[in-house]
């Protein structure tokens, strides 16, 4: 069990990449913190995970308020003391005409994406120092590096997690921290097949399968598998990376 006794802090872990990454940090043996907004959704998560005989627990946090990260925070040193891994997977997107956009859109984006990734970092290092083998996962999106119309504040936010993972990566080396990014594409999540249905047409899944070298989008557990050996000490000397998974959507000119 790669992750035995270690402890994983999952933010976003109610669905989609996060519970995903949550079901196999278990699987690997590690005590997984279910931060998650949505109660029922970290309910829900919680029950599955303690029912398969995983140590598992649902603690409810809002990544876009500081205060409930620090509360999150608190009670994980109060309750264990330590975290080894923190993966920072909570976000949202937002594809909008740049003039349609509105402050309140920025705020919300980077809040959740960006502000939200830098503060869970900020309140979990200090619970990180001293522990072998300590890894920050972050989940970006490979619109940080290629991107389309009308995502401006997405791709800013993501790219933002990027330059941030290399700067982290540099300066929390001396403390045993290495940090990397994840770049998933299209992923098929429930967030996927609600932009699916909204398209209204049937086409558009066949249309976006066709655009990747391996003719298919990722699933989660594709997503998680590498945030798995993200964590292990196999990847002991990657830090500082950004990883993109996407099924080689990214390297295709036309």
Request: charged letters at 20%.
């Amino acid at each position: 069990m790669k992750l035995h006794t270690k402890l994983a802090v999952v933010t976003g872990a109610g669905k989609g990449i996060g519970q995903a990454i949550a079901q196999l940090f278990a699987e690997a043996g590690a005590i997984v913190i279910l931060a998650t907004k949505e109660k029922q959704e970290g309910i829900d998560a919680e029950k599955k995970l303690r029912e398969a005989g995983h140590e598992a627990y649902f603690y409810q946090t809002d990544v876009e308020q500081e205060q409930s990260i620090v509360k999150l925070f608190q009670w994980v040193k109060q309750t264990y003391g330590f975290v080894d891994v923190l993966v920072n997977n909570a976000g949202i997107t937002l594809f909008k005409s740049i003039d349609r956009t509105t402050i309140e859109d920025w705020n919300s984006v980077m809040n959740i994406d960006l502000r939200g990734t830098y503060l869970c970092s900020k309140y979990a290092v200090p619970l990180m120092h001293n522990r072998s083998g300590a890894s920050i996962i972050n989940i970006s999106s490979n619109h940080a590096v290629q991107t389309l119309p009308d995502a401006e504040i997405y791709a800013a936010a993501k790219g933002g997690v990027n330059a941030m993972t290399r700067s982290m990566a540099l300066s929390l080396g001396e403390k045993g921290i290495r940090v990397n990014a994840i770049c998933p594409g299209f992923t098929d999540t429930p967030h996927y097949q609600k932009w699916l249905a909204e398209s209204q047409n049937p086409m558009t899944d066949s249309t976006v399968r066709a655009l990747h070298a391996t003719n298919q989008v990722a699933v989660p557990n594709d997503i998680a598998e590498l945030a798995l050996f993200l964590a292990t000490k196999g990847a002991r000397q990657i830090t500082g990376e950004c990883i993109q998974v996407d099924g080689g959507l990214s390297v295709r000119l036309y």
